[in-house]
Structure formats: C-alpha cells, structure tokens
C-alpha cells in the first residue's frame, strides 16, 4: 500500500464540515491542521474501523479550534492499495 497526502486550505468556519467530509470518503489514516503560518494544531491519528462515539472528542476539538482560527490547512493522509 502506498500513502498519498493531499492539502486543503479552508476558512475556520468551514474547518469542522471540511474535516467531517474527508473522513466520511474513507482511506484517511490522519488528518493534521496547520494554521496559516504552517504550525500544527493538531494531529488526529485515524484507524480503520474509527466511528461514530469514538470520534466525538477529537471532533470538538476541531470544533473549538475553528473558532479560533481565520484559516488554516487540512493535510490528510491516505492509503491507497
């Protein structure tokens, strides 16, 4: 399997529907948000099989970090097969 890594650049406010869709397309083993100067805010490590109550947490967290930021990257890393 090979890992393939892509960006996205989103506002705060669109930050939680934008990480809430990437995993909904599934192959996600992380997702990394980075404030616009390039610092990692935080670094969601994502397995197979990861649903619902179990991403609960990291989910308000993303929530709250929205708030906080004007804009910001999306780094997300896949496996493909």
């Known amino acids: 399997m090979t890992k393939k890594t ?3 650049k989103v506002n705060g406010e669109d ?3 934008k990480v809430k869709a990437v995993i ?4 996600v083993r ?3 948000v980075k404030n616009k100067e390039g610092k990692t805010i935080v670094e969601l ?3 197979l099989g990861v649903v619902g109550a179990v991403l609960a947490p990291p989910l308000a967290a ?3 970090i ?3 930021v004007t804009e910001c990257t999306i780094v997300v890393e896949r496996e493909e097969k």
């Open 45 to 47: 490590p994502l397995t």
């Open 30 to 32: 992380s997702i990394t």
């Open 15 to 17: 930050l939680l529907k």
């Open 66 to 68: 929205a708030a906080l």
């Open 24 to 27: 909904a397309e599934g192959n």
């Open 62 to 64: 993303v929530g709250a």
């Open 6 to 8: 892509e960006e996205f």
